[in-house]
């Protein structure tokens, strides 16, 4: 399902041709059981072959590489509170861009002022991108995912080509005596 | 001046650069700064100064440098007014001198130096004055010379980018106590920045500085620098920091390139960091302070220490008869330095009665003749330094020195603008002569000289102490101090803040912008007595050096004029940059086409191969009218509105907001939000929603949907998708917390396209077969959901072009897979041109036009119904005796009544008035269902003025077209076209 579009740079940045997207708005219920969906902000997991994400303190956002959107819906439907809460699919809301590498984290840094070093993946951020509003997902140390709404994913694309590009520059000219 | 190297060092580099200053060429050495290397060819004379014109020279070794700004590179990366103290030598540099016509020595302007009598401070301002009528002769002169360097008016070819970081600690300054904050950081487990503006760490001790740990001080900087990489601390060279922002967010540009330079392997030229820091340590040294005496602007007169660190750094021997003049310590060693190097001192001049014996041992073992309690006076040599004045303060004699290079110090001052900017508080120290920090309980502390400890010991130890309070501060274990027992050269105490040690026109006090002692007594004068006044009145420190050099003795100097002590004065406020930032760097490449993003509709690279031209609406491309249809927008426009009105065309709508709301209590907030109905809605049906501002305006129009029982979709104008759903999730989350709704934005979720005319049921049907779309099944604002290519779809009969028209919303992707299809029955596609002619004959307000912010729903014909009584956000606001007032601007159609175009934004009158309006055309355009010009207008009282004959008058243009006011629903009225 995903076929991405691969830049020559160094890190990667993958254009993903698809990813099923669910959002599920609503408050988690206050009450002992909360339910499947993770409260905690920030939260990003695996079940069953979709990643579960807390990005608003109002929602959350499913995302599949391999299910499709009528069957992440439907997974969607199952794990959401129905009386409180509106399930809706948003697969082509969001593009969505894989950075890989070494200085994957470099690149995010280029125009985010989030502290990845510190945070421990998997985990998943609505943040700012230079001029872009995006929800990163850090799924491990040289690995990230940038989901943006797709009206900007030309330009989002261009910029993180050049923002890799730089990325590995070293942090000074190299002089030291 | 007369430069040369030194052959002492047993440092000295190997490669040999080649550069041009003016145009002649010069040869430098891998590590020179340019002015280094000019000092070291012998050049002396680099400018002119920015008023007077006089010759001037290199004064310091830093950025403080308020002389040495010239202009380096050619064509479009040509960068005026660079402090040659600053940039690194490369190979093919090219430096010109600035402010001099046509030569540095025979610069025309320099009789302003003889004028300079009538061109004291504040002489600009009394131009305007007396005899005002002189002023536009005064203006084009002083236009003329006004203003410093030459920009370039091509665009900067380089790149730069951005980059965040984070750290438990940031030390700003790569000197000693810097270094030694730094090491003790990584030691304790911080994670550590360390930015330097210099190309090389190391600071005063490049200088010249005594064994520390054991070892020679340039192997003490690698052996840290090593050991902080290795720890995995970043080093950033060429990195000014200069900002510090709320919660400790500092500014740093950092240069990959020097000035003149291109980058290399398409590399960025600058790079901006912001970098959050737990804590702030500023090791950012002292600037040393000018002496003021008369004439001690003259090339050939330098800082002590900028001296010593030609002497020392760059192995460079600036003049042959050196005297230094001094009122502290420091320069005595610096004195010695640079006469054990090879720089041959002559004399020391100390304006102090009691100086310390091993200091004047020191001179007399060396034969440097000591003047004490004595003071320079003035100096003579006019493109280079040819002697000067020593006045003896106890009895008032005077001695003439013959000196090639003076080397003056007036004291040190704190560099605690990083400080200052984080809101830190400065306070005068008498016992040391200087503004130093006050400790403020801020994360940000100044160490080393920044706090005003000048000695080298005792700056390690600073350092060091700083970062292991930060560490302790965190939880870790400060390391154990190294043995920063250095036997350096004792600085007993800072100078005292230098007065004028005469009388006269030509004491410098701020170098760049040609600022007198006589000019601070004017200004006293005339009462501009505080710091503020005092700079801007002047221009004192208002220049690229910000008064660097200035600052202090500016304040010293009107502390003396008022009899006051400098204690009771206060600096004037430091704001960011603390050096000249490149706007390149600032942009950060987002400049032209890069300053905003673009976006995108699903089907704009269709379209754009379908030959649309494209219009930006806001930050969306969309398609304005298709080439094929026409040889110019008008003509275009006018192609695509008769095809929609006589046949079929579809246009994209993707960029509608679009919210689905659900919840039990949806139908609850809906109709408090909307002025219009919502609880009614049947399922499958559709309405126009219009949406007021809590004052009663109208905010926003659009549809809203209902799909199921607790389920909508609300529609909206796309200039206001954000607006509205702020206005949504407050409402949600502050107006009524009490109702149980959600919201969800689906505006990209969805490619929409508009098929309209008489035949868009046909055409419809050909890519919905299996669909039912009689008007039975799918009356006007009916609407039903069903699949394309196995997706979820939604078909909507909705118009805003007054023909029978279905909005089709397929997912996104799919978007250019409908629109093919329908293009391949034929269909042919119409754009926002032609949808603007279209809704303005039908009277369909739009938002920025009609709905423009101050108009009620009344105002534009739209009754509320059976909500007239009902609560809804704005309701209040319309019950207000003014909305009820005659005169209120109201709708109206115009037609012309000599088939001339009408101009929008025309004002309209009674035929032949002039004076105040009636009111305004909103829109305009040429009605195809009509046959003729038309437009739409607010006018007073217009609903009660229907066949009235007004001047529509475009004042701009001067056209005067007769206009009929109607009903704003000039074509089709009764609506058949639509519901048919």
């Known amino acids: 399902m995903v076929e991405p579009t691969k830049s020559s740079t160094k890190p990667a940045v993958l254009r993903l041709a698809a990813i099923s997207c669910v959002k599920i708005a609503g408050r988690p219920r206050i009450s002992p059981d909360n339910g499947p969906l993770p409260t905690a902000p920030l939260h990003c997991s695996e079940i069953d072959g979709f990643a579960v994400m807390r990005v608003w303190p109002d929602a959350w956002l499913l995302s599949s590489d391999t299910l499709t959107p009528s069957i992440l819906l439907a997974r969607a439907e199952e794990l959401a509170d129905r009386s409180a809460s509106l399930v809706v699919d948003v697969s082509d809301f969001y593009e969505a861009f894989d950075i890989e590498g070494r200085a994957a984290r470099d690149v995010i840094a280029s125009g985010c002022a989030v502290d990845f070093e510190t945070s421990t993946p998997p985990m998943a951020t609505a943040a700012r991108l230079s001029h872009f509003d995006v929800i990163i997902i850090f799924r491990a140390p040289e690995r990230f995912r940038v989901l943006i709404a797709r009206s900007y994913a030309d330009d989002l694309e261009e910029w993180l080509i050049r923002a890799a590009k730089y990325a590995h520059m070293p942090d000074s000219n190299g002089a030291t005596q | 001046m007369t430069g040369r190297r030194t052959s002492s060092s047993g440092e000295m580099p190997s490669k040999t650069l080649t550069f041009t200053f003016d145009g002649r060429p010069l040869h430098g050495v891998e590590g020179d700064t340019l002015a280094s290397a000019l000092l070291a060819n012998g050049v002396g004379l680099v400018g002119r100064s920015f008023k007077y014109h006089r010759p001037r020279g290199i004064l310091t070794a830093g950025p403080e440098e308020p002389n040495a700004l010239l202009e380096i590179g050619e064509g479009n990366l040509r960068e005026p007014n660079t402090r040659a103290t600053e940039v690194r030598l490369y190979d093919g540099l090219r430096a010109r001198s600035q ?100 190309f090389l760490p190391g600071g005063t001790l490049l200088a010249g500085a005594p064994p520390i740990e054991g070892m020679e001080a340039r192997a003490w900087i690698a052996h840290v620098t090593r050991e902080l990489d290795a720890a995995g601390a970043r080093t950033l060279l060429r990195a000014v920091a200069f900002g510090v922002y709320d919660h400790n967010l500092v500014a740093i540009s950092q240069r990959f390139v020097e000035p003149g330079q291109s980058a290399a392997d398409g590399g960025p030229a600058h790079r901006l960091w912001f970098v959050r820091a737990r804590n702030i340590i500023v090791a950012s040294g002292a600037i040393e302070r000018p002496l003021l005496f008369a004439n001690n602007d003259r090339p050939g007169i330098m800082m002590s220490s900028a001296a010593r660190a030609y002497v020392l750094r760059h192995n460079i021997v600036p003049g042959r008869r050196i005297v230094v003049a001094t009122n502290n310590d420091k320069a005595w060693h610096d004195a010695f330095a640079i006469h054990d190097r090879g720089a041959p001192v002559s004399a020391i001049v100390d304006s102090r009665e009691e100086i310390v014996s091993q200091l004047l041992e020191g001179a007399r073992s060396r034969d440097i003749a000591i003047h004490a309690n004595s003071a320079v006076t003035d100096t003579k040599g006019r493109f280079a330094l040819a002697s000067l004045a020593i006045g003896n303060l106890r009895d008032g004699t005077f001695t003439r020195l013959a000196a090639d290079l003076l080397c003056m110090s007036g004291g040190y001052s704190p560099t605690v603008h990083l400080y200052a900017h984080a809101r830190g508080k400065v306070a005068w120290n008498t016992a040391s002569s200087m503004f130093t920090p006050a400790d403020s309980g801020l994360p940000i502390v100044c160490v080393g000289a920044a706090r005003g400890v000048l000695t080298l010991g005792e700056s390690l130890r600073d350092g060091h102490d700083a970062a292991c309070r930060a560490a302790a501060a965190a939880g870790k274990l400060p390391p154990p101090a190294p043995a920063y027992d250095v036997s350096d050269e004792r600085f007993e105490q800072n100078g005292a803040a230098p007065r004028p040690t005469t009388v006269g026109s030509k004491i410098f006090v701020d170098f760049q912008n040609d600022v007198t002692a006589k000019d601070i007594s004017i200004a006293a004068g005339e009462g501009y007595v505080s710091a503020e006044h005092l700079k801007r009145y002047t221009t004192l420190g208002m220049g690229t050096d910000q008064g660097k050099t200035s600052g202090v003795n500016g304040l010293a100097v009107l502390a003396g004029l008022s009899g006051q002590s400098i204690s009771g004065a206060a600096l004037t406020t430091f704001r960011p940059p603390y050096l000249p930032v490149s706007l390149t760097a600032l942009a950060r490449g987002m400049i032209a086409s890069k300053l905003e993003p673009v976006r995108r509709t699903p089907l704009s690279k269709l379209l754009e191969a379908e030959g649309a031209e494209f219009v930006n609406s806001g930050l969306w491309r969309r398609a304005r009218y298709f080439r094929s249809s026409g040889s110019n927008l008008h003509a275009a426009a006018i192609h695509e509105a008769k095809l929609v009105r006589g046949s079929v065309g579809i246009t994209e709508v993707s960029t509608l907001a679009k919210f689905e709301i659900g919840g039990q209590d949806a139908a609850v907030f809906l109709d408090r939000v909307y002025a219009t109905p919502v609880s009614s809605l049947k399922i499958g049906r559709a309405r126009y929603g219009l949406m007021l501002r809590d004052d009663g305006f109208v905010f926003d129009d659009g549809t809203i949907w209902r799909l199921e029982a607790d389920r909508y979709l609300v529609t909206g104008t796309t200039a206001n998708t954000g607006a509205v759903l702020r206005h949504l999730e407050f409402c949600r989350d502050v107006v009524f917390p009490d109702l149980s709704v959600n919201i969800v934005d689906v505006t990209e979720q969805w490619a929409g396209v508009a098929i309209a005319g008489p035949q868009s049921r046909q055409a419809l049907q050909m890519i919905f077969p299996d669909c039912e779309l009689s008007d039975a099944a799918l009356p006007y604002l009916g609407l039903f959901e069903t699949t394309f290519a196995d997706r979820g779809c939604r078909i909507a009969r909705i118009s805003f072009s007054g023909e029978r028209c279905y909005e089709v919303y397929v997912p996104s992707r799919l978007g250019a897979q409908l629109w093919s299809q329908l293009r391949a029955q034929g269909i042919m596609p119409y754009g926002l041109e032609a949808l603007e002619l279209l809704r303005i004959e039908k009277g369909y307000p739009g938002v920025g036009q009609e709905i423009n912010g101050r108009t009620t729903p009344a105002d534009l014909g739209i009754t509320l119904g059976s909500k007239a009584k009902a609560a809804f956000i704005g309701c209040a606001g319309l019950r207000r005796d003014a909305f009820a007032e005659a005169g209120r601007l109201q709708l109206v159609g115009l037609t012309s009544e000599d088939g001339r175009e009408i101009s929008e934004g025309a004002v309209l009158r009674e035929p032949r008035a002039t004076g105040a309006s009636e009111g305004h055309v909103t829109s305009a355009g040429f009605g195809v269902g009509v046959g003729g010009p038309v437009a739409l207008a607010l006018l007073k009282d217009g609903a009660r003025r229907h066949g009235e004959i007004l001047d529509a008058a475009d004042l701009l243009r001067k056209r005067h077209v007769p206009v009929r006011v109607a009903n704003p629903t000039l074509f089709d009225p009764a609506g058949a076209r639509l519901r048919g």
């Open chain 2, 99 to 198: 402010n001099a016509w046509p030569s540095l020595r025979r610069d025309v302007l320099s009789i302003n130096d003889i004028a300079s009598p009538l061109l004291p401070a504040g002489f600009y301002y009394k131009t305007f004055l007396s005899p005002a009528g002189a002023w536009p002769l005064y203006e084009r002169f002083i236009r003329r010379a006004a203003g410093l360097g030459r920009p370039t008016e091509d665009a900067d070819p380089s790149d730069a980018d951005e980059r965040w970081a984070h750290c438990d600690v940031l030390v700003v300054g790569g000197g000693p106590a810097g270094l030694a904050a730094a090491r003790a950081a990584v030691r304790s487990g911080l994670r550590t920045i360390l930015c330097e503006q210099d």
